[in-house]
């Protein structure tokens, strides 16, 4: 092992252009050292910013502020966006290492974790991830998803659960103020549904909710919110959970205020001076999945046991089987990392086995000049925001590491270009996502205002979808 020559700036390979991998390229690019640095972030799609832009759902109201902090970054010019570049099959961790002194990868978790009971295999029973690869216009998904149920099951109490939930029950013309592409708004339209339940295993004290996303579900136009007045128990741990924690008890206190308008609106009903919403979001509790049932291979309900909280906050089952009707279930019971070439990977949890975003041998010993951030460090929990935390641990790690790092051989700036070049591989730039990000400015601009439920609205940008497609306007700058 060398040192990195003194002379020249550290080389730094960022594999995953998302939220973590930009975080940790501007926290290196500004922290206090005596040598320069040159980062190359790379990403196997054409675009930048990752789950942001194929992992958030389009009517996020954070979503807009997000990009913006993290465009200022990229569009500052020290750090160099190469996309349409996979990383384990257009380059190697060979090349990355004759090239760069280090290298850390922040390539997200962007599969659906596995939920394991019977009928997981009939057609209607999905992962949410893919339904958010689709709607959010990922270029290597069908273009077409089916959407023929009436009812429908997400299980799940996260904010995948309220994005999908509300995604499905949300009438379309009041997406079209988002970037969704045309073929996701044209499919949502055709969408029978008339009412979207979703199921958590435990109780409203425990939601894995946050306060802002859950009180986004009442906004949607002509769709009643529906619980249940069974599943408003607590325990001695909720009362606690509910009297320590804020977020808890912002949630419980939404929840149990909806309930009480729900009240008001059936009383509203029965005199008359209510007419009820076309569709209906329906928010259970207590409730764990057993089966889902099926006739000719589809889907035709799914089978929950009723459960009780057990005293701490968790549940048991009290042998209670309760059925309902529905045509399609979605679990979005948490994402999963993939493996990538080269480098170990943790079956259990879907992380590369790092310490303080160090990346291990299986041996526990540490592989020098290899770091990981994000949620391939430490699995897929926390808002955008917290990958901040984690990339400062990992870029405080390399830069204690330094001395010690194997400097690259082919260090020059060039050398990358080259290859890519050599190997005929159509990379984008940041002044082609650049030209990409106009071009769909101006597609949402021409296609002029739409009616909405709340009134005409602009489009303000519709996405480009097809890879090649994305690629070509990128490389026409
Ligand atoms: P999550 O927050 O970890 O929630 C997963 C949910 O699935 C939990 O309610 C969990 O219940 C439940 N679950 C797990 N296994 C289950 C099983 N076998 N049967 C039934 N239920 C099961 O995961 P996520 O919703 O995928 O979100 C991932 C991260 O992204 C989170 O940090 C989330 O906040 C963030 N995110 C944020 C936004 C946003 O708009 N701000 C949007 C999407 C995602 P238990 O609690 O009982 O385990």
Redesign the pocket.
């Known amino acids: 092992m060398s040192n990195p020559a003194a002379d020249r700036p550290l080389r730094l390979a960022i594999i995953g252009a998302g939220p973590a991998g930009v975080y940790a390229a501007d926290i290196l690019t500004k922290a206090e050292r005596e040598f320069e640095v040159s980062i190359d972030l790379f990403d196997r799609y054409p675009t930048p910013y990752g789950l942001i832009r194929y992992?958030?759902?389009p009517d996020?109201p954070?979503i807009k502020g997000i990009v913006k902090a993290l465009h200022k970054v990229l569009d500052r010019g020290d750090i160099r966006f190469l996309g349409n570049v996979n990383y384990g099959q257009d380059i190697t961790l060979a090349d990355i290492r004759d090239m760069y002194d280090a290298v850390i990868f922040a390539t997200g978790a962007i599969q659906d974790?596995d939920?394991?009971?019977p009928g997981m295999e009939l057609d209607g029973a999905y992962g949410?991830?893919d339904f958010v690869s689709w709607y959010d216009g990922h270029p290597d998904v069908p273009r077409t998803w089916p959407l023929n149920a009436r009812q429908i099951a997400v299980?799940?109490?996260?904010?995948?659960?309220?994005?999908v939930a509300r995604m499905l029950s949300k009438h379309p013309e009041d997406l079209l103020v988002t970037e969704i592409p045309d073929n996701v708004h044209a499919g949502l339209a055709a969408s029978p549904v008339t009412d979207v339940h979703i199921?958590?295993?435990?109780g409203p004290a425990?939601?894995?909710?946050?306060p802002?996303?859950l009180r986004e579900l009442s906004h949607s136009k002509d769709v009643d919110i529906v619980l249940y007045p069974e599943d408003f128990e607590f325990d001695a741990a909720s009362d606690e959970t509910i009297k320590t924690n804020n977020q808890a008890k912002t949630m419980v206190n939404t929840l149990t205020n909806w309930l009480i308008e729900q009240e008001d609106r059936e009383e509203a009903e029965e005199a008359g001076t209510r007419t009820p919403a076309s569709r209906r979001l329906h928010l259970h509790f207590l409730h764990?999945?057993v089966e889902i049932t099926g006739n000719n291979g589809a889907v035709e309900g799914i089978r929950f046991e009723r459960q009780e909280l057990d005293g701490t906050g968790n549940?048991r089952g009290t042998g209670d089987i309760v059925d309902y009707d529905v045509q399609a279930v979605y679990?979005?019971?948490?994402?999963f990392g993939s493996e990538l070439a080269e480098v170990g990977f943790d079956p259990n949890r879907g992380v590369i086995p790092n310490e303080g975003g160090r990346v291990l041998h299986d041996d526990g010993e540490k592989i020098s000049g290899l770091y990981a951030t994000g949620w391939i460090k430490r699995g897929?929990?926390?808002?955008?925001g917290?990958t901040k935390g984690d990339a400062l641990e990992t870029i405080g790690n390399l830069l204690e590491d330094r001395l010690e790092l194997p400097a690259a051989i082919h260090p020059d700036e060039q050398a990358i270009i080259e290859l890519l070049a050599e190997r005929e591989v159509a990379y984008t730039t940041w002044e082609g996502w650049v030209a990409l990000d106009a071009h769909e400015h101006a597609l949402g601009e021409a296609a002029g205002t739409v009616e909405t439920s709340r009134g005409p609205v602009s489009r303000e940008r519709v996405k480009v979808v097809e890879r090649d497609e994305m690629v070509r306007i990128s490389q026409q700058q």
């Not at 299980?155 to 994005?163: E, P, S, T």
């Not at 897929?380 to 955008?384: A, E, N, S, T, W």
Request: cysteine-free.
């Open positions: 992992g958030v759902a996020h954070r974790a939920l394991n009971i949410a991830a299980i799940g109490n996260g904010n995948v659960a309220l994005d199921f958590g295993r435990r425990q939601v894995k909710f946050t802002l996303e764990a999945p549940v679990r979005a019971i948490g994402y897929p929990v926390g808002l955008i917290s």
